[in-house]
């Protein structure tokens, strides 16, 4: 039996981490469970788990709760609030797994607290180490802690790994293994053939439609614009050791191959299956073991052909950004993820346009092409700075528009 922590147990993620645990009580005990805000969710949640502790990071939102928990004769749980109570949330003895799935730059802290502490750290918050990289990866290795990626893409590189790379995230080097390129496969997203003087009019309703999976609101823009595309472009730098020459991005409508590893035999290997991350959370709980997901097995002989073809940066210029970020380093980095969570905020506001997260993006990020990130304090910097000239052109867009 495995202790379980869920970061963002509201989310979609968190609710599919918490279907996998409904499917194998005997295996996973929920020990805690955070959100934000969400309380009527957290509720059930709290009634179906029996969680020991609950964070809700908003502090009426946890007040709510405990109201609630004590209306439904709920006298067990504890409840607290604030992001420092998620340090201490995931430190916690009984804690062996800990499901990392805040969205944004502000799952960064309680994710490295994972990590120091020496846990089984599941990684969806691809945000987390955008924003802090090397730093990330360096606590990675002093610490004991097991990370295993939950993003379907690098969760399918994972899979095609040799166990050595396995058993080395972070620091292995390709090279030793026979390994000639990464292939992250993107579906393109709800525009992928919608023309391009269409794209100032595109709704938030319109962007958080993809066609082939159901997520949060802000990775779902991130979809639809390909930052999604970038930031994992990014994340499979670290989490694999990789330069940007060793990445290439290849768009594949269907989402059925989830991403590819190439051999220098000429091999590829593919991780295939239908679009539920119930598979890669799975997987990754149960690692190196395999369990029942809930999904269905691909079916072969009804299915659509499998296409590719290759990422217009025309179209998708936020894309272009983070590939020019990761070659241009941590700075870069930071403030782009920075900025493109201030303009996607905005953009579901309907503040400002669809097109106008690139533009947003591309200006903060120039301003920060070359600062330097030493510490989790540089980082911590940088993103308050970021997000405050992109929230000042978001104001200005509001007036100039
Ligand atoms: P959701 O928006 O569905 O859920 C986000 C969760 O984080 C909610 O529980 C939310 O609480 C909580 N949260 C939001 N803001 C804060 C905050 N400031 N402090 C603490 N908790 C907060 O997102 P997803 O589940 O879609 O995505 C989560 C992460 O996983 C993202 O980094 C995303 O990129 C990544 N990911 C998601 C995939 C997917 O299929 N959804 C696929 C691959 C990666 P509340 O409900 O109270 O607001
Ligand atoms: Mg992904």
Redesign the pocket.
Known sequence: MQGLSV????????MSTLDIVRRHPQKFRVISL?????VE??HALCLEFKPQTVVM?DAS?AEQLKLMLMQSGDHQIQVQQG?QS?LDLVKAPDVDIVMA????A??LLPTLEAVKADKKVLL????ALVTSGQIFIDALHASKATLLP???EHNAIFQCLPKGMQDSVGHGAITDYGISKILLTGSGGPFRTLPLEQFDTITPEQACAHPN???????SV?SATMM?KGLEFIEAKWLFNLSADDIQVVLHPQSTIHSMVQYKDGSVLAQMGNPD?RTPIAHAMAYPERIDAGVQAFDFFNCQSFQFAQADFERYPNLKLAIDACRAGQGACTALNAANEIAVAAFLAKQIKFTDIAKINAEVMQSFLTTDVRSIEDVLRLDQEARKQASSQVDWLKENS
């Open positions: 970061l963002g147990a509201t989310g979609s993620i968190g955070s959100a934000n805000q969400r969710q957290m990071v939102a992001e998620l799935a805040i969205v944004g502000s799952g969806a918050n691809k945000e939950i993003d379907s999976w159901d997520m949060g609101q802000k990775i991130d999604n991350m």
